[in-house]
């Protein structure tokens, strides 16, 4: 009877061993069995409520874009990992092939579709130059003479190019954004451009800070999935995310994160 019982453990035990042995060997391999397809996205977690890490309470990286991605990879039958990077080099991320696609609030520009593909808009949002409550800009022309910050690689480092035809600034860049909220708090930079949603979360916290929008156009600073040029995904997330936009769900995520503005 004990004899039986030990075998029959020891069985089981044996058994385990070689599940483990075989997954293991699959992943160095890199070979992905159906039922655990998993899609690198590549982000940047600088950009609440897009993506961030709430810091004190995980590691996770959360936020609209990540529940979107997992959604409509989810539908398709995948599993999202998610990689942080610095916005400016996401798009070479796509090209150098370590990762499927980027969810980081991207916006579809001419120059960027000479380098990859992307799906149709998904959230419009727009320009806002935000500066310290005190700081008496409340126009472009109050800009003159001002030093300005942007994030490295995003569109708003060509809107402050836009600007500093007419008005003179200077333009300072940096990697991540809450660089830009820090350097305008110490006072290194009079104001910095960041897309509205993202500003609005910020004065939440920021009781010094203010902010007006710049843009008229609603798609201008509007985000959309990147992905390598010709990738097999692009129709398909495309098609889960038209999906989502007519049944409803698309609004449920904006209205989770963004507080159903839109
Ligand atoms: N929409 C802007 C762009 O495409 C800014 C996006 C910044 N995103 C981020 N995760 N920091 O350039």
Same mark, same amino acid.
């Not at 890490?53 to 874009?65: A, L, N």
């Not at 696609?101 to 808009?121: C, H, Y």
């Not at 569109?155 to 500093?164: D, L, P, S, T, V």
């Not at 949603?197 to 010094?208: H, P, R, S």
């Given at each position: 009877m004990k004899k039986a019982v030990i075998l029959f453990m020891t069985m089981i035990l044996l058994a385990g061993l070689l599940a483990g042995c075989g997954t293991s060997e699959e992943d160095k391999t890199g070979e992905k069995t159906d039922d655990n397809k998993v899609l690198v996205m590549a982000t940047s977690a600088d950009y609440p409520p897009f993506e961030?890490?709430?810091?004190?309470?995980?590691?996770?990286?959360?936020? /609209?874009?990540?529940?979107? %991605?997992?959604?409509?990879?989810?539908?398709l039958g995948y599993e999202v990992q998610v990689k942080d990077m610095d916005f400016g080099g996401l798009v070479q991320s796509l090209k150098s092939g370590?990762? @499927?696609? !980027?969810?980081?609030?991207?916006?579809?520009?001419?120059?960027?579709?000479?380098? !990859? @593909? /992307?799906? @149709?808009?998904?959230?419009?949002?727009q320009h806002m130059i935000i500066s310290k409550k005190d700081s008496g800009i409340e126009t472009l022309e109050d800009l003159e003479g001002k030093t300005v910050g942007?994030?490295?690689?995003?569109?708003?480092?060509?809107?402050?190019?836009?600007?500093?035809?007419?008005?003179?600034?200077?333009?300072?860049?940096?990697?991540?954004?809450?660089?830009?909220?820090?350097?305008?708090? %110490?006072?290194?930079?009079?104001?910095?451009?960041?897309?509205?949603? !993202?500003?609005?979360?910020? /004065?939440?916290?920021?009781?010094?800070?203010?902010?007006?929008?710049?843009?008229?156009?609603?798609?201008?600073?509007?985000?959309a999935i990147a992905f390598p040029k010709n990738s097999e995904l692009t129709e398909q997330f495309n098609k889960e995310l038209q999906a989502m936009k007519e049944n409803g769900e698309l609004q449920e995520l904006v209205v989770k994160w963004f507080g159903g503005e839109e």
């Open positions: 961030y890490i709430e810091t004190g309470k995980s590691d996770d990286i959360i936020g /609209f874009d990540v529940d979107l %991605a997992k959604a409509i990879a989810a539908k370590q990762a @499927d696609f !980027v969810l980081a609030g991207m916006t579809p520009t001419e120059k960027r579709k000479k380098n !990859v @593909d /992307f799906s @149709d808009i998904y959230y419009t949002a942007v994030q490295l690689g995003s569109i708003q480092e060509g809107k402050a190019e836009e600007i500093n035809e007419k008005v003179a600034i200077k333009v300072e860049n940096r990697n991540r954004i809450p660089e830009l909220i820090q350097e305008m708090k %110490a006072g290194r930079f009079d104001a910095a451009i960041i897309e509205d949603t !993202v500003a609005k979360g910020y /004065f939440e916290n920021e009781k010094d800070l203010k902010g007006f929008t710049i843009s008229d156009d609603p798609e201008e600073a509007g985000s």
